[in-house]
């Protein structure tokens, strides 16, 4: 079974930093990609960024390019997402999936398994 947890949200001011992490656990990928994406109230959920398992290819929403960066550890099954220059329209939960196919890695609906999600609130 696989399990997908996030951790690292937070309150912060505008043009902080903060770091999310992402442990998946209960399988071995082949292929696929591990993502970010984030839901305000009101809204729907928007890709955020994505990258493959094999850490290659990483891909970003234009409204964070350049101001967040997606890693991952495969020594510790772990995946990044570091947000630097925060703004205000930051403000969501965020949300860490997988999958084990390749996909389209901007669709929310195209990953199989989801976190529980963690929230990050920018103050002006």
């Known amino acids: 079974q696989v399990h997908v947890t996030e951790s690292g949200g937070g309150l912060v001011q505008a043009g902080g930093s903060l770091k999310l992490s992402c442990v998946v656990s209960?399988?071995?990928?082949?292929?696929?990609?591990m993502g970010w994406f984030r839901q305000a109230p009101g809204k729907e959920r928007e890709f955020v960024a994505a990258?493959?398992?094999?850490?290659?290819?990483?891909r970003y929403a234009d409204s964070v390019k350049g101001r967040f960066t997606i890693s991952r550890d495969n020594a510790k099954n772990t995946l990044y997402l570091q947000m630097n220059s925060l703004k205000p329209e930051d403000t969501a939960a965020y949300y860490c999936?997988?999958?084990?196919?390749?996909?389209?890695?901007?669709?929310?609906?195209?990953?199989?398994?989801w976190g529980q999600g963690t929230q990050v609130t920018v103050s002006s």
């Open positions: 990258i493959a398992w094999s850490g290659d290819s990483p």
């Open positions: 999936a997988a999958r084990f196919v390749a996909a389209n890695d901007y669709i929310a609906d195209q990953y199989d398994f």
């Open positions: 209960g399988r071995t990928a082949r292929s696929g990609a």
